[in-house]
């Protein structure tokens, strides 16, 4: 899903010039948001700008990358084994496929193939 | 899922919601606790918040490339000797 963006330039000396278009990709959504989002940390980590925070902003903020990094990482495992406690086992499903693949196998032997 | 499956996937389950748990109050809450109150005892200093998941990904990286080295190792060799 792809979204034109068409930016023109109001001025009136420059209503002349040719309307600028691009297309905004995902890629380039995220990485707007990203940088954002780092800007606005490396402002609260770093003081660029000198807003004196009360110590307790800077102690909370320098490590919320690793912290959403760990954050991730924990959900992501968290998915995983929810998906693997909770799959759906056909026991006799299996057992019928495991026996048809022994079929095959001693089929296929009697029939010259090396396995 | 029965039996191993269901106690490894509720194990990490488990071991996540801990880790994060953890993780939360160490970054998070910490800081607005009043640093003689005992809770302080639980956890290591704050630097090492942000230097145990830095190892922790450094040793991942390495069990990763290790893995793909032997791999591509064995592969190379089956490839010689055929």
């Known amino acids: 899903m792809t979204s034109s963006l068409c930016v023109c330039i109001a001025s009136s000396e420059l209503a002349q010039s040719l309307p600028v278009s691009f297309t905004m990709t995902k890629l380039l959504e995220w990485l707007f948001a990203v940088s954002l989002v780092g800007v606005a940390w490396g402002l609260v980590t770093f003081d660029l700008l000198d807003f004196q925070f009360p110590a307790v902003y800077r102690e909370v903020a ?14 992501s495992l968290a998915t995983v084994g929810y998906r693997v406690a909770t799959f759906n086992d056909c026991e006799e499903a299996a057992r019928e496929l495991q026996g048809q693949i022994q079929e095959a196998k001693e089929d296929l032997k009697k029939k010259g193939l090396k396995i | 899922a029965t039996g191993a499956d269901h106690a490894v996937g509720l194990g990490l389950v488990g071991f996540s919601l801990l880790l994060f748990t953890y993780y939360t109050i160490w970054v998070i809450v910490l800081p607005f606790v009043d640093s003689d109150h005992v809770v302080h005892s639980y956890f290591l200093p704050p630097e090492y918040s942000v230097i145990l998941p830095g190892i ?17 190792w064995k592969n190379r060799k089956s490839k010689k000797v055929n």
């Open chain 1, 62 to 75: 320098w490590p919320m990358p690793v912290y959403l990094l760990v954050v991730f990482g924990c959900y």
């Open chain 2, 56 to 72: 922790a990904a450094l040793i991942l990286l390495l069990c990763v490339g290790t893995f793909i080295g032997i791999v591509t």
